[in-house]
């Protein structure tokens, strides 16, 4: 088996994750879980039913936002925060295919990005793990208050739920036409949290053509940590939420 190409790229990623998806963008569709896809799809689905103002924290590629607008109600819209350009291309890409969709893309972080006026929900799906606890409480600080009554917060379960070690785990991602793509993740701990190596893999038959790796800090943010957060910043936790999603609403 050969190899033509091999990189390493060490991100010294900040609360956005923004610098590790200058490798990461190109393959993120290929290898995103299809099953955990459609879960938080569904989750999103049965969770934001009448939300009519919607801010996206973290939109990635889009595969979420597109859900987002098809559940809206009419006249609503969406606010999509995504600072890494690479990613934001992505996304705006798949919007553009769509026919006047209802939606700003804005290119600042979660903690500096403005909208105007109440929002409904605000829905975090794989980003949290970029965030410190500092970060976290100027999160929820900036957009609980901005929430309509009733309005929604909506983020993935963090995984793992504590700073343990993550053995390499293969992920088996998508074909496109002659070339196979899957990935390789492990964790190692680091004080508190971990930090993730990501290697993205291409394959031809049985030759590996390219790899490439990324490694980013992760923050940990189990269950109980982020019930204790988001009533400290005026939530209480919707009970029995989709699998796998956590959602508070606000006081």
């Not at 689905?45 to 859900?67: D, M, S």
């Not at 893309?105 to 799906?125: F, K, S, W, Y």
Request: net charge negative; aromatic share 6%.
């Amino acid at each position: 088996m050969t190899t033509e190409t091999t990189t390493t790229h060490d991100s010294g990623a900040d609360n956005s994750g923004a610098d590790g998806y200058a490798v990461n963008a190109q393959y993120y569709d290929l290898i995103f879980p299809g099953a955990q896809r459609d879960a938080m799809r569904a989750a999103l689905t049965a969770l934001l039913a009448g939300a009519g103002r919607v801010v996206e924290i973290g939109a990635g590629t889009g595969q979420f936002t597109e859900t987002l607008l098809a559940n809206l109600p009419e006249g609503g819209e969406v606010f999509a925060v995504e600072p890494a350009a690479v990613m934001r291309a992505a996304l705006i890409t798949r919007l553009a295919a769509l026919e006047d969709p209802p939606v700003t893309v804005l290119p600042e972080d979660a903690l500096t990005a403005e909208v105007d006026g109440p929002v409904d929900a605000v829905v975090l799906l794989h980003v949290l793990t970029h965030f410190s606890p500092a970060d976290r409480k100027a999160l929820w600080a900036r957009w609980v208050p901005r929430l309509a009554p009733g309005g929604v917060v909506v983020v993935d379960v963090q995984m793992p739920q504590a700073p343990v070690a993550v053995p390499p785990t293969p992920v088996p991602g998508r074909t496109l036409g002659r070339r196979r793509y899957d990935t390789v993740s492990e964790a190692v701990v680091d004080g508190d949290g971990l930090v993730w190596t990501m290697t993205y893999r291409v394959h031809e038959g049985d030759r590996l053509v390219s790899e490439e790796s990324v490694s980013f800090p992760s923050f940990i943010a189990s269950d109980e940590v982020l019930h204790a957060e988001l009533r400290e910043a005026g939530c209480e936790p919707v009970a029995d939420p989709p699998a796998g999603v956590l959602a508070w609403r606000v006081r």
